[in-house]
């Protein structure tokens, strides 16, 4: 019996991971994330320019350069758009039927999704985030801080394992999500809601209720997990908390409407 459920894990894990390979969408949302990724580059490129032609007086009140602003949540939501389209392209093409008669276990299916979704978000995460963070660093070189956030390239590394990990969870979230709204459009719209959108509506707000807000979005649990500095509320651990939080909720209610709702 075991080594049935065995079989029929990996043989859903090898079908899912094809389906998502042989998605059109999945490339293009990797392209998309190529392109977040280059125009992340130019717009530090940019900052980096000004910075140069600025005054020391001026230089001293610099943003920082910092790619999980600009960049990441861009790379964030092209990423996750692939694990939402794991589970929505299949009740847009009502293939879905088929899956569940091929693996009845909703759980062991869904879980099976679960698992390519994870895996899709940390190997693209690791990749975007490494060429955005490497793209910093060669524009960034050996100026000083505020613009530069690490003055030596292992002072980065924490961020950028962070980064990673934080685009795998928006991944998984979007998986979570897609499974409750079975519509591709609907899982989009929360997907960018919670990386695109919420980060710059918090900025409107009081600064006490900024803080309360930007600190539980997924942009901002990086910098918190990586311990660097930043304006948010939470410690590592706190920040790590929400981070799994996101996992469970996400995950269970998709776990609930999977099981329980006709397709």
Not at 90 to 95: H, P, V
Not at 136 to 158: E, F, H, S, V
Not at 240 to 246: D, H, K, L, M, N
């Amino acid at each position: 019996m075991s080594d049935l459920l065995d079989r029929t894990w990996r043989d859903a894990v090898a079908a899912e991971w094809m389906k998502v390979r042989s998605l059109r969408s999945t490339w293009a949302f990797l392209a998309g994330g190529v392109a977040a990724t280059a125009l992340g580059a130019l717009i530090l490129f940019m900052l980096v320019s000004a910075y140069d032609a600025a005054t020391p007086a001026e230089r001293a009140n610099y943003e920082t350069a910092d790619p999980t602003v600009v960049t990441m949540p861009f790379v964030m939501f092209f990423v996750g758009a692939i694990g939402a389209m794991s589970v929505t392209s299949e009740y847009a093409t009502r293939s879905i039927g088929p899956a569940m008669l091929a693996v009845p276990q909703r759980r062991l299916l869904l879980g099976a999704k679960a698992t390519v979704a994870g895996l899709v978000g940390l190997g693209c995460g690791a990749l975007f985030t490494l060429l955005a963070f490497a793209d910093a660093r060669l524009m960034l070189g050996d100026r000083p801080k505020p613009i530069n956030p690490w003055p030596q390239w292992t002072d980065a590394i924490p961020t950028v394992l962070c980064a990673t990990l934080i685009v795998m969870v928006t991944c998984l979230v979007a998986m979570g999500v897609g499974a409750v709204v079975r519509s591709t459009a609907a899982a989009l719209t929360v997907v960018g809601a919670l990386v695109l959108v919420a980060p710059i509506f918090a900025h409107f707000l009081p600064t006490v209720w900024q803080l309360r807000l930007a600190s539980v979005l997924l942009p901002n649990l990086t910098p918190q997990l990586a311990g660097s500095d930043h304006p948010y509320l939470f410690s590592q651990g706190g920040a790590a908390a929400v981070t799994a939080g996101y996992v469970l909720l996400a995950l269970t209610a998709g776990a609930i409407s999977f099981a329980r709702r006709d397709t």
